[in-house]
């Protein structure tokens, strides 16, 4: 069985993945999630945070021999631990993730898309160190497949995001481009739009290129699912 150590995305935090790891737990393997810098509970002052504090926070976590998952922004992140430290890495699983292309910043990674279903919601600080999700007109592009219970503990527990770290690129080596690699595509993703995922999976090898007909949080839309695939993942490792 395996061990997955689990990394949110943007505005998120370890509890975003509360639904997950039970399930994960269910089919025998281990499983934590840990808020990044400046998320959750850390203390860390999101306007200070790096990309290369968040890629620290989760090498400290690599105690054993780990399948690195990231969601969204955490893709960005699992590649930055990668580069630090990716000798207990079993695999990088980028669930319908932005994945680093070479000089490009997840902010400019993200203009790679035709669509740009999150930019309006987007509200920046005043002081441009930090940006916030608006879900005053709805929470759709994030949650619509969740359940009701979910969207709002969701809703309750978003935090603003670090510029810095979305204006960063990696600098990217063997270290993490040498590592087996999985991408999870959601079909019904509507803040990742699909067909953009499907064009950074179009640099994995094809065997590693997962579906679910999820939204852009599977984790509260389908866990067991989700749970089922990682598991599939782990098996043919």
Not at 68 to 95: C, F
Not at 166 to 193: F, K, M, V
Not at 211 to 233: E, K, Q, V
């Amino acid at each position: 069985m395996a061990h997955f150590l689990l990394i949110h995305g943007a505005s998120h935090g370890a509890w975003c993945w509360r639904d997950t790891i039970p399930a994960l737990e269910a089919l025998g393997h281990t499983a934590e999630a840990i808020d990044l810098p400046g998320h959750g509970d850390d203390p860390a002052n999101i306007e200070e945070v790096t990309l290369h504090d968040y890629g620290v926070k989760i090498a400290q976590h690599l105690t054993q021999p780990t399948i690195l998952v990231g969601h969204s922004m955490g893709g960005y992140s699992i590649t930055q631990a990668a580069e630090i430290a990716p000798g207990n890495i079993r695999r990088l699983v980028h669930l319908c993730a932005y994945t680093p292309w070479e000089g490009l910043s997840l902010a400019q990674m993200r203009m790679q898309a035709d669509e740009q279903p999150l930019v309006p919601l987007m509200r920046i600080a005043p002081n441009r160190k930090s940006f916030t999700f608006d879900t005053s007109g709805g929470t759709s592009n994030f949650y619509h497949d969740c359940p009701a219970e979910a969207v709002l503990f969701a809703v309750a527990n978003l935090c603003p995001e670090s510029i810095a770290a979305s204006n960063t690129a990696i600098a990217l080596t063997e270290r993490s481009q040498g590592l087996p690699r999985s991408y999870i595509i959601c079909n019904d993703d509507r803040a990742i739009p699909p067909d953009f995922q499907r064009k950074m999976a179009a640099r994995f090898d094809p065997k590693d290129v997962h579906a679910l007909d999820s939204s852009h949080s599977p984790f509260f839309s389908m866990p067991a699912d989700l749970a089922a695939l990682l598991d599939r993942i782990a098996k043919d490792d």
